[in-house]
């Protein structure tokens, strides 16, 4: 069974710093999958964060993001990160992975995923 597992998630300070991994499980090539980052928000849409595809060479975030984020993957752990800095109250959610076998690069919709994480939560307040 394939299975995403999130960690990381905490209450922090304005302008503080968290790394958020996404543990994979029964996933027999890892490195053949795509992984995005998402959040959702109280009250609002899930949307993507970043994305990695399997190769590593293609990286994508959201304009939000750039330059606060950055996400990597180490395919020996079968674990993707997502390292994230300056964080600002906005950018509090539930932050989930997701894998989708592929060899298309970054971005992908959310519909071509095919296995989803049950999110860890971010939230960043004073």
């Known amino acids: 069974q394939l299975q995403l597992v999130e960690s990381g998630g905490d209450l922090v300070a304005p302008g503080g710093s968290l790394r958020l991994s996404c543990a994979a499980s029964g996933f027999t090539h890892f490195d053949y999958y795509l992984i995005g980052w998402f959040r959702q928000a109280p009250g609002k849409e899930r949307e993507g964060v970043a994305c990695?595809?399997?190769?590593?060479?293609?990286?994508k975030y959201e304009d939000s993001v750039k330059g606060r984020f950055t996400i990597s993957r180490d395919d020996a752990k079968k674990t993707v990160y997502l390292q994230m800095s300056s964080l600002e109250p906005e950018d509090t959610a539930v932050y989930y992975c997701?894998?989708?076998?592929?060899?298309?690069?970054?971005?992908?919709?959310?519909?071509?995923?095919?296995?989803w994480g049950q999110g860890t939560q971010v939230t960043v307040s004073s």
């Open positions: 997701a894998a989708d076998r592929t060899v298309w690069t970054c971005p992908r919709a959310q519909e071509d995923y095919d296995v």
């Open positions: 990695i595809d399997s190769t590593g060479g293609s990286i």
